[in-house]
């Protein structure tokens, strides 16, 4: 039998004192092959990402080992030096975070930052070789015009191609190793689906063992060989990854499989009733570039919208003009029958209030500085009501979205961020909008959260008749929330229509491979012909 890359031995790490458990990671043991993907998923404090950190041998300020050991290429790590370490840190295990950006140094060409890890682990190296090398890594990741891109900036990158590099980073002394900590969640469909294609080839072509840690099982189904479940830090299933995706024997293994998202959705029904925004001919434009082409859409009041595409396609533009957080370039916008894209002033900010966002990030949305309370009652304020009134109000809210009253004293901080986002709905409906546009208000979320937040906008919208204008990159989302489905690409509506004419029957070639990339499509569909059969 081929020897583990990675084998780790009743690891525990344990927790600074006060906490609501003692130990990070609880007893953990596992083995990672040559050539083997083990994804490694649980939700937020499962010990995911601590458990990657105490590989690395670079634990968090106040944490601490506590017992195990961790031996990487047959070689026990557990007790290396600082020097050891920085030996084998980039030479044998290499890691690949989650925001590139953060990963690479933006006063450096992308080319000297990769040739910078040759020269601290290969200082022997003729520069020839090592330019020589650099080119042929961007070649493997399939990054265009190598000699090109190896003379940019970060900047000059998407995020896509900025994934690739920090990839090609990682891979430069061919590691044991790599740790792959949430990858692709910033990612759109397309260029996530591209680069776990890349990855899966990497591992086949050079069999490094690599740990993926995601919360998005539709990846685990497209990438893994074997999967870990861990909650609480403890490792509470590890299987074959088809074995755990279709067979679950453990109850939270079920319970998180049981809360991905998939492409079903009800009984198509146009919902019978007015439109509450009216949008006609709205571009945006940035010089000659039109970020917002043409765009003609109207939504009905009650209805949920879900507006679809890549990273660039025009959807976050396309909800700052609405809110009119930018302006319009050329258009109207009609909103609860209020012409929104000409006022400006107190009357723009009266009418401001029909319409409110919820953002991706709660916590970069709400003031740290300020009690969960205030921020409740001004925006009740600012929504109309006297202090009173906005109080009484933020108490009805707050237990409305399943926190209790408590948390009116308490600060953003002190609180998850399934929880923040509860939050900042609340903040939203303290405004008494009419309509509620959510900009990849779930993307980052686990996926058991990220039910219960979909559940409790579903809630809202159905007592309150408030219309929901949906921004994601996630299609199986989209199925479960919305009504209706526009599709755009640069700036363009290139497909509108109902959910299932829209996802079963796509017209548009651009629909049809975002429909395509999407995360675990093949194991979405066999689980729906098993449904059919069981129904």
Known sequence: MTAPVLSIENLSVALPGGGDRKRAVNDVSLDVKPGEILC??????????????????????????????????????STLSERGLREIRGSKVAMIFQEPMASLNPAMTIGKQIEEMLLIHAPDMKPADRQARVLHLLTEIRLPNPEAIAKRYPHQLSGGQCQRVVIAMALVMEPLLLLADEPTTALDVTTQAQILKMIRELCDVHRHGIIFVTHDFGVVADIADRVAVMKDGCLVE????????NHPQHDYTKKLIAAVPHFRWGEDCRPIAEPIICISG????YGPVAALDNVTINVTEGSTLAIVGESGSGKSTLAKVITRLIEPSLGGITIAGHDFATISGRALMRQRRLIQMI??????????RRSVGDLLVRAGMLGGLDRRAAKVQSAELIERVGLKQAALKRKPREFSGGQRQRIGIARAL???????????????LDVSVQKQILELLAEIK?????????????????????????VMRRGKVVEHGLVAQV?????????????AATPGKAWEDSRRRLDAVIS
């Open 430 to 444: 303290a405004m008494r909008p009419k309509v509620l546009i959510a900009d990849e208000s779930v993307s980052a």
């Open 503 to 515: 996802l079963d029957a796509p017209n548009d070639p651009y629909t049809i491979d975002l429909i």
């Open 282 to 285: 709205l571009s945006r434009l």
């Open 462 to 486: 159905a007592k309150s008749r408030l219309t929901l204008l949906f921004i994601t990159h996630d299609l199986r989302v989209a199925a479960q929330v919305a009504d209706e489905v526009l």
């Open 359 to 368: 953002f991706q990030d709660p916590y970069g949305s709400l003031n740290p």
């Open 238 to 245: 590890i299987g074959a990854a088809a074995d755990i995706l």
């Open 40 to 77: 490694i998923v649980g939700e937020s404090g499962s010990g995911k990402s601590v458990l990657l950190s105490a590989i690395m041998r670079a634990l968090p300020q106040g944490l601490a080992e506590t017992g195990g050991r961790i031996c990487l290429g047959g070689e026990d790590i």
